[in-house]
């Protein structure tokens, strides 16, 4: 079983930085997770913001490539994304993901307002 709780969340203005956390509780090796981060402003579908794979391998969505940050502590079983420069199109709820090769598992999100 996994559960997933995401932190880090609140209101920033333009240009600001914002750091998220998802602390997970995971049966076998966190390792063994592909982990990332999607978010779902007011609206719209949830769409792709980052990535990290159990092969190390990181990948970013274009619109937050330069000004976005993923990284991972395998001995905290935690996932991080750094968010630099935020504009307000980057408002929305941020979800932590991770996947076993049969399942994504989600956690309950966390809400990032960008806003003067």
């Known amino acids: 079983q996994v559960q997933l709780v995401e932190s880090g969340g609140g209101l920033v203005q333009p240009g600001g930085s914002l750091t998220l956390s998802c602390a997970a509780s995971?049966?076998?090796?966190?390792?063994?997770?592909?982990k990332a981060w999607y978010r779902q402003a007011p609206g719209k579908q949830r769409e792709y913001v980052a990535s990290?794979?159990?092969?190390?391998?990181?990948n970013y969505a274009d619109s937050v490539k330069g000004r976005f940050t993923i990284s991972r502590d395998n001995a905290k079983n935690t996932v991080y994304l750094q968010m630099n420069s935020l504009k307000p199109e980057d408002t929305a709820v941020y979800y932590c993901?991770?996947?076993?090769?049969?399942?994504?598992?989600w956690g309950q999100g966390t809400q990032v307002t960008v806003s003067s």
């Open positions: 993901s991770l996947n076993d090769g049969r399942a994504n598992y």
């Open positions: 995971v049966s076998g090796f966190f390792t063994f997770y592909n």
């Open positions: 990290f794979t159990s092969r190390g391998i990181i």
